[in-house]
T-cell receptor, first 113, second 115 residues
Framework: QQQVKQSPQSLIVQKGGISIINCAYE??????FPWYQQFPGKGPALLIA?????SEKKEGRFTISFNKSAKQFSLHIMDSQPGDSATYFC????????????FGSGTQLTVLP | DAMVIQNPRYQVTQFGKPVTLSCSQT?????MYWYQQKSSQAPKLLFH???????NEADTPDNFQSRRPNTSFCFLDIRSPGLGDAAMYLC??????????????FGSGTQLSVL
């Protein structure tokens, strides 16, 4: 019940295209859903996050869509760029606490020039 | 810039030889974490310190220990490294302010090889 399932495992997109990564969870007590971006040889960094009281959050080219009834959320990267090539992890947290964070398995995104 | 610093960047040790990885932070965050990340996998939480209180994950092997002598520093000790312990070890911090919007700040990691 603590799992967060993430798909796809890998994604290849052409420059300028839309990248979509999906996550699903079971535990309805989760109340904070961050996305972390990790470049090779670096630690993950927070990209964008959403609380379940909103259905969408947008920051620049990055948008989280949240469907509370379906227990799903997704990351959309508009106008994908080669610099977006990285591994993306969705996560879910209880009480918004970083100490109770569950990561998805990750999606390796490659944006072709 | 305030940050989370891990040393060394790469560490090679021998099977069974104790090794210590270090982490320091200038963020003055009250929570520090150690994660293990194997290739193409998500980070796996080993343990964390909330201030001086140590919190071990249930499935963290006894072979892994940690010390936090002060707010800024945290160490990961692997007492008898096995081949399966080769991984990237990530230190992270967060500030527990009760806002429910806590963000993890990660270091760049230490890549551990076990020969």
């Amino acid at each position: 019940q603590q799992q967060v399932k993430q798909s796809p495992q890998s994604l290849i997109v052409q420059k300028g295209g839309i990248s979509i990564i999906n996550c699903a969870y079971e535990n309805t007590a989760f109340d904070y859903f961050p996305w972390y971006q990790q470049f090779p040889g670096k630690g993950p960094a927070l990209l964008i996050a959403i609380r379940p009281d909103v259905s969408e959050k947008k920051e620049g080219r990055f948008t989280i869509s949240f469907n509370k009834s379906a227990k799903q959320f997704s990351l959309h990267i508009m106008d994908s760029q080669p610099g977006d090539s990285a591994t993306y992890f969705c996560a879910a947290s209880l009480s918004g606490s970083a100490r109770q964070l569950t990561f998805g398995s990750g999606t390796q995104l490659t944006v072709l020039p | 810039d305030a940050m989370v610093i891990q040393n060394p960047r790469y560490q090679v040790t021998q099977f069974g030889k104790p090794v210590t990885l270090s982490c320091s932070q200038t963020l003055n965050h009250n929570v520090m974490y150690w994660y293990q990340q194997k290739s193409s996998q998500a980070p796996k939480l080993l343990f964390h310190y909330y201030d001086k209180d140590f919190n071990n994950e249930a499935d963290t092997p006894d072979n892994f220990q940690s010390r936090r002598p002060n707010t800024s520093f945290c160490f990961l000790d692997i007492r008898s490294p096995g081949l399966g312990d080769a991984a990237m070890y990530l230190c992270a911090t967060s500030r527990d302010e009760g806002t429910g919007l806590e963000k993890l700040f990660f270091g760049s990691g230490t890549q551990l090889s076990v020969l």
